[in-house]
């Protein structure tokens, strides 16, 4: 962390700052839409990036899996994330180190990248000292709290900077307890169903803001086919093979284009 900077900054008030809130309520073409404007508008990554991920992957988990958290969080909007990765882990549910205990709410985490705001961290079920593989904990962790560490990432990919403001991702360790209604347990198999997801809508939206920088630029690409034909893809659960193509030759070529960029975008252009 860089000296002044406060270890989370709320960003529940998205009419003053930097990193607005995006509508949850737009359908999937909408945003792209949305996020392609914005792009145009700023010539920048950096004020769309929270809000890009909160809509593909907390909020679109809270549509389908979390419905009355989405209900609450609407009464006051804010960005917030989804705490997965964790060392080792490789998206495989089994190898999950952060755990809850339903029966006495105890949420042990150990997560390697948490964006700003509170999390919903994926946790895997223990009872009777043992690891339930069939079930996994979806934990509502408001940030910051009592008992959880948070250390800021220094890696540059992880750093967000507009208008003098700075959005910054975090590694989380520590123990809390949560009541009830701050859990929630579902089949291992559902979530199986989703996950895989959500790096496919991140990818797909980073596409929208990739053509929007370059269209900042005088660079036009044909944006309508894109919209239409992934927002539907999204629309319908998933993300077809060729819009993953279309989103990277969009960042590709943003790579090519502009020289002052985000790192994120060579990180993403690096992608096998």
């Known amino acids: 962390m860089h000296p002044g900077e406060e270890p989370l900054?709320?960003?529940?008030?998205?009419?003053?700052?930097?990193?607005?809130?995006?509508?949850?309520?737009?359908?999937?073409?909408?945003?792209?839409?949305d996020l392609y404007e914005r792009a145009r508008q700023s010539g920048a990554l950096d004020p769309l990036f929270p809000g890009m991920v909160f809509y593909n992957v907390p909020?679109?988990?809270?549509?389908?899996?979390?419905?009355?958290?989405?209900?609450?969080?609407?009464?006051?909007?804010?960005?917030?994330?989804?705490?997965?990765?964790?060392s080792g882990w490789k998206g495989k549910l089994d190898a999950l180190q952060?755990?809850?205990?339903?029966?006495?709410?105890?949420?042990?985490?150990?997560?390697?990248?948490?964006?700003?705001?509170?999390?919903?961290?994926?946790?895997?079920?223990?009872?009777?000292?043992?690891?339930?593989p069939s079930e996994i904990a979806?934990?509502?962790?408001?940030?910051?709290?009592?008992?959880?560490?948070?250390?800021?990432?220094?890696?540059?990919?992880?750093?967000?900077?507009?208008?003098g403001e700075t959005f910054l991702h975090y590694r989380m360790s520590g123990q809390i307890t949560l009541p009830p209604n701050a859990t929630l347990l579902i089949p291992a198999a559902r979530y199986r169903r989703l996950g895989p997801v959500f790096m496919l809508r991140e990818i797909t939206g980073l596409g929208a803001i990739a053509l929007g920088i370059l269209a900042h630029r005088g660079i036009a690409l044909d944006t309508e086919s894109y919209f239409r034909d992934c927002g539907n893809n999204r629309t319908s659960g998933r993300p077809r093979k060729e819009d993953l193509l279309k989103a990277r030759d969009f960042i590709a070529r943003l790579c090519e284009e502009v020289g002052e960029r985000h790192p994120l975008w060579d990180k993403m252009n690096s992608l096998p």
């Open 9 to 33: 900054k709320s960003s529940s008030n998205p009419s003053s700052s930097s990193f607005p809130v995006p509508d949850i309520s737009l359908s999937e073409t909408e945003f792209l839409r």
């Open 59 to 86: 909020g679109y988990l809270m549509k389908n899996l979390w419905p009355e958290k989405l209900e609450k969080w609407k009464k006051q909007p804010a960005l917030m994330g989804f705490a997965a990765n964790e």
């Open 98 to 132: 952060s755990t809850l205990e339903p029966d006495t709410g105890l949420v042990s985490l150990n997560k390697n990248f948490v964006m700003e705001g509170d999390s919903i961290a994926l946790c895997g079920v223990k009872r009777m000292g043992q690891k339930d």
């Open 138 to 163: 979806l934990c509502w962790i408001s940030l910051p709290s009592p008992g959880i560490t948070l250390t800021a990432r220094e890696d540059s990919e992880s750093r967000f900077e507009y208008e």
